[in-house]
Each structure stands twice: as C-alpha cells, then as structure tokens.
C-alpha cells in the first residue's frame, strides 16, 4: 500500500488536514505540539488504499525532543511514497527552511500552504503557479479547516501518486554547501510570488491580546473565566445528570426488573444492584463529559493555551518549570494521559519529569465526575460550584507544592520560545468531533474498567454468602477494617475505603462502586450518602480523590513516558502520602474548628 506521510511544522494544521482526508479524528488544537505521536488512517485515491500518516510537529529535521524524534525514526525506517509538506500560507517566509531540509531527503513531495483563508484576510498575495513554476514543485493553495482548495489538492496529491514529480532527481543534491544556493533561490521565490502588506491591519487578536496579556488584568481574567465555566458546568451538567440517572432507573423498574424476575436472588442482584447499577450511574455522567469537553475543544482551538502559557512563564520559572507546563497542567483538565505524553515537546529530560511529576494533580474530567456528584450530594446548589473551583485551586495548589519541593533535583535551563498563534474559532464540526472523541474514550474504559470493576465490587460486597450483604462481615467490610487506622484519622469510613481503593484504577469507577456498595443509584445514592456523611467528611474523601493517584493508564503513561521504574514509583508513593497528609490536615484542622 502507498504512503502518504504528514510533514510540517508545528501548528500548521496537519492534523485538522489528516481528519478532513481520512474522516478521522486526530486531536485539533491551536498551540504547536498537540500531536505527539504518528496516527495512520487509510483512504481510497484514484482507485487504490492510500495510507495517510499523521506526524508530530517539527521545526527542522535535526530536532532531538521526543515528539521530534517519532518523525525522525519514522522517517527513516520507512520513506513514505509521498510527503505532503503543510506550511502555515501567512509565515511562508519562517517555513520555508523546512521545505528545503525536506528536498534533500529526496523524497517526492506535494506542498500545500494551508490556511489560505487567514493570509487572504491579512493581505498576504500568493502566487502558487509561479511559485511552483519557480521551484519545480507543486504548490497548492488551501484552508484545510474550511474546505476551500481541497479538491484541486487532493487532485495533485492523487497525481503525484501516480507519477512521481518529474524534476525531483535533479533538485536533490544532498550536500550542505548547496544550501546556500537554493536558500537564495528560495529569496528570490519569495519576492516574486508572496507579497506581504507592509504593516499588518490590526486584527481580533491585537485587541483581544490587549485584554488577555494585560500586565495585571491578565491573571483575574483567567481565574474568572474559569470560575465562570466550572459555574457553568455545574448549573448545566448536574441538572443533565439527574435526568439520565432518573431515566435510567425508571428503565431498570420498568424493563430491567421484569426480565430478571424469575432468576435466583444472587443473580439478580448481580445484574441489578451490580452491574446495572454501577453502569448506569457512570452513563449518567455522559452528558457533563460532552459538556466538558465542548468547552476544552474551545480552550484548545481558540489559541487561549499559548496566552496562558505566556502570562504563568514567569512564575512557573520560580517553581522550575516553563508557561508549557501550565498549559500541561491545563490540558489535563481534560484527561492527564494525553498531558503527559504533551511534554515530549521539552527537550530537557529534567525539565519533562519534574512536569510529569505535577500533571497527575491536574483534576481531570473523570475526578470532575466524583465531585460534582459528592459536592451536589453534600451542599447546597449555591456553595457546590464554589466547592468545585476550591478543588481547581487545590489541584494548583498541589503541583505547585510539588514543583517547589522537588525542583532542585530536576534542574534545567531550557530555553523556550513561545509562538502566540491567533486566535481561531473553533468549527462546529471540529467541536462535534471533538466531543464525539471523548465520548468514545469514555465508553471504551467504561468497557474496559466499570464493568470488571462493578462486578468486582459486587462480589466483595456479597462474599461470602453467609455475610449480611454490605455489612462487616464480607470481604469489603473485612478490607475496610483493616484499612481503618489510615483512613480514620482522615474522616473516610470503610465504605468510602472501597471505593478509594477502587477509584485507583480509575476514577471512573468511584461513584459507581458506591452505588454498588449502598446499592443504590442517582438521587437515592446521594440521599444516603448525604445522610451518612458531612460535609467535611466528604470534602477530605473529595481531596484524597483529587489528590492520589489518578488511575491506572496514567501510572502506565508515566512508566513508559519516563522509562524509569524507580521514578514512576517514586511519583506513585508522593502523591499518596502528599493526598493522605492533605486530607489529615483539612480533616483535623476543621474538627478542631468546631465544624
Ligand atoms: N484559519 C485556519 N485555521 C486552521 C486551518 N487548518 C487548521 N487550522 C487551525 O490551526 C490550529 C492547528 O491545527 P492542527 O491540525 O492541530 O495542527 P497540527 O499541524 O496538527 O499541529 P501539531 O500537531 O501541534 O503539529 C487549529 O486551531 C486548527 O483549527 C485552516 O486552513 N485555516
Ligand atoms: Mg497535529
């Protein structure tokens, strides 16, 4: 099969390209590094299967980060048919330095100047023909994100295919001292075939930025934004939630009781209070994960990450790490395991582990879960979201702690230059997709996770049979008692124990196994758990939760990410200890206050 490999620097919409070719659903995002990795996707092209080869962002060909490197490796170890070199059409001139490292690797290429739609509103002229005319290549001009200019590409791209570029050998002379010549060859394209306005008219972005990168109105308006989201979240997804869990529950009494009537009691009780249960209480939160994501998609599309990145560079610097790691710690709002694969934009190694080492406190949309349903379980619908921004702040709060503890064993001085895109609208069909990604991921560790970890809650709950269900005698009850003298002090009973040990796999699993251990779903479950607890008991299970370990995949990230057992340990045995001395102190210190 042919291949078609995705070259270009970071940014330039490679990505959003590859989805528009293949339908795929590669992760858009306006900040340089959102691809780490190589995604493949197979498409039909003049009657035959194309692969197409999504690949990390590179500035030159002789980078050594690790995202820079999976090009390199993947370059080597199989010379793709055709690259398509992407290049942003409004900063041709910057660009053009990778062309020419590519030209040397003798390779047949098409090259494409994306977002034609932003040069033509900035004034940037651009002649392809003459262009391609005066380099022997073709030249395309499109938007990949809009569409225009797409087919005439896919035309020369189906071409190229089929006939190799004629004038391809001779161009190609490997050495360095030829550099010169074509990079004057180069200038001299440039003058004839791009013209740029000499001042730039001012844009959106200039007077956004004037607000946003405010000295001083910078932070508050960050802060606001997203207290306002998380207000947001909370006013929109939790009335959603109830809905979903009240329909499901009529379904169970409806549809699900009926059809297991005739069974024996442990199975039905299996089916029911176990599995249907434990799932339906997890698919609940569907809708709060569209919800989230939607708003992440315009975080991440809008070009806001590098402002944010710009505005904490300097106080991330006090703590050892760089403005990316914010924006790390930002992307793993959404989840932490595409976080810690980000940092392998960093090139220093000590730079990238103590950022790995803070990302885990980022409180990612699966902890979201928990404690929207805790906090909506234990407060009043006016303080639950000033609850769920505190959480936000003591997710900072402890990669900060962190950061400054640890830093002087993770010393590096890497220099970090930082591009400010525009700012870009996300598309509603980028928005769908991207909300369909998540849904997709979610369901697949609902199958992969919820599932196995009801069941298994269900048992331990149950076993043995001659134990009164829930109760001190069975296996969770026995686990429970046993974990009591490190659980106690922190205000967490044997129930919760369960819960917290489950939540380890994943957080997903943690409001689903309370509704298997009190056998109770949606409003019945946060009645009793709002019976059982108070409010400072739940806030020092939410800070446990927020704090340890955030599952399973994200140790596994991290051990193959760091490739350094002892180092994944080492971040495994911290944020425990740091999560259980958090909790110790709010537990202690509030009953100590009275409340
Ligand atoms: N205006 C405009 N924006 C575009 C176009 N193509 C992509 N974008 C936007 O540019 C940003 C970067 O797009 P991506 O597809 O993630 O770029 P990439 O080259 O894959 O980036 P990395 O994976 O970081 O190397 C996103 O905000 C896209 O929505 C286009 O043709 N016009
Ligand atoms: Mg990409």
Same mark, same amino acid.
């Given at each position: ?12 919409? @490679? ?132 569409? +225009? ?23 190609? &002379? ?12 180069? $200038? &001299?394209?440039?003058?004839? $075939? ?12 200039? @007077? ?32 959603? =939630? ?6 499901? *529950?009529?379904? &169970? ?29 997890? +698919? ?12 992440? $998609? ?67 949309? /699966? ?31 402890? +990669? ?8 002087? @064993?993770? =010393? ?35 199958? =992969? ?8 809650? #269900? ?7 001659? /134990? ?7 296996? +969770? ?17 044997? =129930? ?16 689903? *196994? ?6 109770? *779903? ?12 108070? #409010? ?37 045995? #911290?944020?425990?200890?740091?999560? #259980? ?15």
């Amino acid at each position: 099969m042919k291949r078609i490999a995705l070259l270009g620097m970071p940014n330039t919409g @490679k990505s959003t390209l590859f989805n528009r070719m293949t339908g795929g659903a590669a992760r858009v995002g306006n900040w340089p590094g959102i691809t780490v990795e190589l995604l493949s996707g197979k498409i039909l092209l003049g009657g035959d299967m194309v692969e197409i080869i999504d690949l990390p962002g590179i500035y030159d060909l002789h980078g050594f980060s690790d995202d820079e490197q999976v090009v390199r490796h993947f370059l080597h170890d199989n010379v793709p048919d055709l690259a398509l070199v992407i290049l942003n059409a409004t900063q041709i001139e910057r660009q053009m330095s990778l062309l020419l490292q590519l030209k040397q690797l003798n390779m047949n290429v098409v090259v494409l100047l994306n977002m034609s739609d932003e040069a033509r509103k900035y004034g940037i002229t651009i002649n392809s023909e003459k262009m391609s005319e005066m380099l022997g290549l073709p030249i395309y001009l499109l938007s990949g994100k809009y569409g +225009a200019g797409y087919q005439d590409a896919l035309q020369a791209v189906t071409k190229a295919l089929r006939y190799p570029t004629p004038g391809m050998a001779e161009q190609l &002379r490997s050495q360095l001292e030829q550099d010169e010549h074509i990079e004057s060859e180069m $200038a &001299r394209v440039l003058h004839h $075939a791009v013209q740029v306005p000499a001042q730039m008219p001012e844009h959106l972005t200039d @007077k956004l930025d004037r607000v946003m990168l405010h000295p001083w109105l910078g932070l508050p308006v960050f802060f606001g934004i997203m207290y306002l989201v998380f207000q947001g979240i909370f006013l929109l997804g939790q009335p959603l =939630q109830g809905w979903v869990a009240e329909a499901l *529950s009529w379904l &169970r009494s409806a549809a699900m009781e009926p059809a297991v009537a005739g069974t024996p009691p442990w199975l039905s009780g299996l089916l029911l209070d176990g599995i249907y249960n434990g799932v339906a209480t997890v +698919a609940a939160f569907v809708p709060i994960i569209v919800l989230f994501f939607l708003f992440m $998609a315009m975080v991440e599309d809008s070009g806001y990450l590098s402002r944010a990145a710009f505005l904490m560079d300097a106080l991330m610097a006090k703590m050892g790490l760089d403005g990316r790691g914010f924006v790390m710690l930002l992307m793993g709002f959404g989840c932490n395991v595409p976080a810690l694969m980000g940092t392998r934009v960093m090139r220093s190694r000590s730079l990238r582990l103590l950022t790995m080492l803070v990302i885990p406190f980022s409180l990612c949309s /699966a902890r979201l879960q928990v404690f929207v349903f805790i906090s909506a379980a234990l407060f009043s619908p006016q303080h639950a979201p000033l609850v769920l921004f505190s959480l936000y702040l003591f997710s900072f709060a402890a +990669a900060i702690l962190t950061a400054l503890l640890f830093r002087s @064993k993770f =010393q590096s001085s890497e220099p970090f230059v930082l591009e400010l895109p525009p700012y870009r609208f996300p598309t509603l069909r980028q928005m769908l997709l991207r909300g369909w990604i998540e849904v997709r991921h979610f369901l697949s560790r609902a199958t =992969q996770f919820i599932i196995a970890g009801v069941v298994l809650v #269900w048992l331990l709950t149950n076993l043995p049979s001659s /134990a009164v269900a829930g109760g001190p005698d069975t296996l +969770a009850g026995m686990i429970g008692t046993a974990l009591h003298p490190i659980f106690a002090p922190i205000g967490i009973n044997e =129930q919760l124990t369960i819960a917290l040990i489950f939540g380890f796999v994943a957080k997903e699993i943690v409001i689903g *196994s309370l509704a298997v251990i009190y056998g109770l *779903s949606g409003d019945a479950l946060s009645g009793a758990l709002g019976m059982q607890l108070d #409010w400072v008991q739940a806030y020092s299970f939410m800070l446990f939760t927020l704090v340890y370990t955030p599952c399973l995949s994200s140790i596994a990230t991290l051990r193959t990410e760091a490739k350094d057992i002892g180092y994944t340990l080492f971040t495994l045995g #911290w944020s425990l200890l740091l999560a #259980w001395s958090l909790s110790f102190v709010f537990y202690q210190s509030a009953r100590a206050l009275g409340y």
